[in-house]
């Protein structure tokens, strides 16, 4: 029953070159729900959207000004959809920042929302991303909270699908409830078939939640 | 009972190693991503974070060891330190690590030789007591019991 919110799963492309940071980008995406591929480099992602630098017209940098699509291969197409591209601001060669702009120059990547991480707070940096068109700029590191703010970005540039596609639009509106209904429930800890591996800890001891050996909220399974 | 006993114990100490500010609440965010299709999780990135340090530690030994110290390098070690030990909650190494970036910045190489030192003793410290943690764990599940958890540290 779960499989069927698959279909509406959003996908979302981390960039980190930390593979620490990896890890616990991918947990925590996939622990919300969303479908993941993670990347250590801005190049790997510019490669997984299916953008390709034409190198014949890098002869004229001079004249190089505003639009980029000049130097955008003709061939260039999304080849796999993603929802949200959520990288981290300081990476070797191409950084988070290096990246945002690239997609917001590219007039098939624009559209895709952009998040930045960053470990620093730095303001300048922020506005900077902010005025570049990223979305939101999380500082790391990342928790559980700052994922539930990334739904609503993804589900922004998809009313855009659905107003392209309307016919599609009440089946995405049924699997988006059912995973908000799931979500919203692993917020409560209910109390039925687990006896045997939950422990309550009411016996002298402090108010702990005990967290459950089997987590039978779990919607997803990649 | 034996389970009752181990996670009291287990309870005690992980509460110990957050009081002492060996952990902070990433840790805990850590154990909340933890769960039956990903039992192990903790202790993957666990692993993977006494992997990297060592590894960065080893680099900032030999970095530090040059007749011409490359402060942009070592900062950069300093860095990924920093932000290895911020993720998974490693509160104290990552306060060293902080103080080293400010020493790299002045490039005082006794100042950095000084946190070195001490970035390495933290870090052994978090590692022992980490291992210790993830054994009582280990003994909890092996008794058939279900791990506790500290929420006030969220």
Known sequence: MGMAAADAQFHVLAVDDSLIDRKLIERLLKTSSFQVTTVDSGSKALEFLGWHHDEEDDDDDDERSNSNEVFVSPKNHQEVEVNLV???YCMPGMTGYDLLKKMKESSFLRNIPVVIMSSENVPSRINR???????????????LSDVNKLRPHMMKSKCKDIIQNPQNQEKQDNNELIQSQSQSQQTSQ???????KRKSMDEGLSPDRTRPRYNDMTVMSN | MEVDQLQRSFLEYSRLLFH????DGQFS????????????????????FFEDSERLLNDLTIALDQQNVDFKKIDAHVHQLKGSSSSIGAQRVKNVCIAFRNFCDEQNVEGCLRCLQQVKQEYLLVKTKLEAQLRLEQQIVAA???IPMLNEFC
């Open chain 1, 190 to 196: 209910p109390n039925n078939n687990t006896s045997n």
């Open chain 2, 20 to 23: 002492e500010g060996f952990l």
């Open chain 1, 129 to 143: 991303c902010l005025e570049e068109g990223a979305e939101e700029f999380i500082l790391k590191p990342v928790r």
């Open chain 2, 144 to 146: 058939g019991g279900a």
């Open chain 2, 29 to 48: 965010q850590l154990q909340l991503l933890q769960d039956e299709s990903n039992p192990d999780f903790v202790f993957e990135v666990v692993s993977l």
């Open chain 1, 86 to 88: 959520i990288t981290d």
